[in-house]
């Protein structure tokens, strides 16, 4: 259940679902049943019900809702947005069997704002453009109201794909949406307005699924538990990777150590902080299980990575930007290891992005980079200012570089080169502090030491730091979260047993 489906690929789920022998008007049915089912499980008879439609299906949605929540007995009120007689198909046969009984009404703003629940039925996935004029009316209206707020869909406003405003939108305190979640739901501003997201099972099969080649998932164990273990009886350190972490000079050592802390953590079997020599004193008096080896600009990188078993390599935190960081990732890039590139290893690419990625081009073992906006605008201007949803940026930009792409935020999205993405939604706000991203690229990778694939290491990475994020909860500063990794790795042992 893990799909994000686009409102076209809804779409299509739609129609390979109606020409396989399930009529529209039986999808409209079972949704607007599941409506009013959300409504009835939530509220006692007697809550007046006001159902705002639109012209579309999502306001066909709307009046089967509007006619079973009357069915049961609750006092019910529909008012429509747009002309009746110009409702088309399904939604005109729902309408006229909703007006056998009752009345389609317009916009009664104050009956709106006194309604103990108000199901939005404005818009859906067919929303085409910004609201204005008598929608938006309707969308201040719903958010003025007192009553609690039941989604159709998408809350009316938001784009299913992009999560973006579209004008205005209702805010929601229930979604209520259909055969798998959207997009919209997850990335911001979306999921601040759709509530808690429901979904109904409304009759179509999964496998059209497969047809559609669904590539946008939500980022839960789900997604890559079964490409992690956790440690097993008959294993020993050996087996579970020695990450590297380069280090910065001497005034910014701490990031190198946040992210080998945070490798360790996670469960890589050794950790090793590759430091200047002028650092090491530095780094050696802070530093207890996690290794540290004097290592001496880009040829010295090259003389610890000789030993192949040093497996995977973070670099980035806290290194300073200049060709010599550009130096010490080509060597970094020249051998068979995992690599997460972060911070300052992007930076130093911004004059020559495409020599980045022809290093990276034809790799076998992964490379994740973890850039925020900013980083990431640096390395792919023209993605950036193209105006795409989030994930189009990412998956672009992996696509391009041949790197998992972790395009960090509140939403982070995660991007395999071969198109799948992860939308994350489990980080709380206080995980923007000082050293939360530093901790990141090291959980990813001491998961990639261990040997997990870049997707699911970089997806299983930032879901562990948001959960762990939430488990130190506020006041949370960088060293908190490699603790907190404790309760999530029980945690997710315990479901992995
Ligand atoms: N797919 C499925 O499997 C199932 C889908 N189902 C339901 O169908 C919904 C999708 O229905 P939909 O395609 O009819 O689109 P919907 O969201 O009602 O909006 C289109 C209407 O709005 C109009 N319009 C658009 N923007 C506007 C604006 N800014 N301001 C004003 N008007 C605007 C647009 O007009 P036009 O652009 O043509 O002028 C058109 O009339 C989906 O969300 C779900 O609830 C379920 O029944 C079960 C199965
Ligand atoms: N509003 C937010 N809510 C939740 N997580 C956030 C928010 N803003 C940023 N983050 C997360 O915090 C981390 C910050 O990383 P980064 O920007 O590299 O900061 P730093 O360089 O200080 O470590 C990222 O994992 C990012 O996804
Ligand atoms: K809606």
């Known amino acids: ?55 579309g299906n999502n306001g066909g949605d709307g009046f089967v809702a509007a006619r079973v929540l009357a069915g049961r007995g609750y006092p019910v009120r529909l008012m429509l947005v747009g002309e009746a007689d110009r409702l088309k198909g399904d939604a005109a046969d729902a309408a006229a069997r909703w007006r056998q009984r009752l009345p389609i009404e317009p916009l009664d703003k104050a009956a709106v704002a006194a309604a103990d629940v108000v199901v939005d039925a404005l818009f ?44 205005v939108a209702v805010k929601a305190d229930v979604t209520v949406t259909f ?19 429901r979904v109904a099972d409304i009759g179509i099969q999964p496998d059209v699924l497969t047809t559609i080649g669904a590539r946008c998932f939500l980022n839960a164990p789900g997604l890559w538990r079964e490409h992690w273990h956790p440690p097993a009886v008959s294993g020993h350190k050996y087996v579970r990777g020695h990450a590297v972490v380069v280090s910065g000079p001497v005034a910014t050592t701490g990031a190198a150590r946040l992210a080998a802390g945070a490798a360790l953590r996670i469960g890589a079997g050794l950790v090793t902080v590759a430091s200047p020599p002028d650092a090491l004193i530095v780094n050696a008096s802070h530093l207890t299980a996690v290794m540290v080896r004097s290592v001496d600009g880009a040829e010295g990188l090259a003389g610890l990575l000789a030993d192949h078993r040093l497996n995977a390599v973070v670099i980035g935190p806290g290194l300073g930007t200049g060709p010599e960081t550009v130096a010490r990732v080509a060597t970094v890039l020249d051998g068979p290891r995992a690599v997460v590139l972060d911070a300052d290893a992007l930076t130093s690419h911004r004059d020559d992005p495409a020599g980045l990625f022809a290093r990276i081009a034809g790799r076998s073992h992964p490379v994740v980079m ?35 792409v972790v395009l960090k935020g509140a939403d982070t999205v995660i991007a395999a080169p071969d198109g799948r993405t992860a939308i994350n939604d489990n980080a709380p706000p206080w995980l923007a502090t000082a050293g939360s991203g530093d901790v990141l690229s090291g959980i990813i990778g001491g998961l990639v030491a261990e040997g997990m694939p870049g997707f699911e290491a970089a997806a299983m990475g930032v879901w562990a730091h948001g959960a762990a994020g939430e488990r130190a909860g506020i006041g949370l500063i960088a060293e908190d979260l490699a603790p907190a990794l404790r309760d999530v790795l029980r945690a997710l042992a315990a479901d992995a047993s």
Do not use: W
């Open 1 to 55: 259940m893990l799909e994000l489906l686009t409102p076209s690929e809804m779409g299509e789920a739609d129609r390979l679902t109606i020409a396989a022998g399930t009529p529209g008007a039986v999808l409209m049915d079972r949704a607007g049943l599941a409506v009013a089912d959300a409504v009835a499980t939530r509220h006692p008879l007697g809550h007046r019900i006001v159902v705002v439609c639109g012209p």
């Open 124 to 167: 859906g996935a067919g929303l085409a453009r910004p609201l204005d004029g008598e929608a938006a009316e309707a969308v201040a209206a719903i958010n003025a109201g007192r009553g609690e707020v039941v989604a159709v869909d998408l809350p009316s406003g938001i784009n299913g794909e992009t999560g973006a405003v579209m004008g």
């Open 179 to 197: 055969f798998r979640r959207k997009p919209g739901h997850f990335l911001l501003p979306g999921r601040e307005y759709a509530g808690r997201v």
């Open 370 to 404: 973890t850039p925020h906006d900013g980083e990431f605008a640096r390395l792919f201007p023209d993605i950036a200012a193209a105006g795409l949803p989030k994930t189009d940026r990412a998956r672009q930009a992996a696509a391009r570089s041949g790197a998992v």
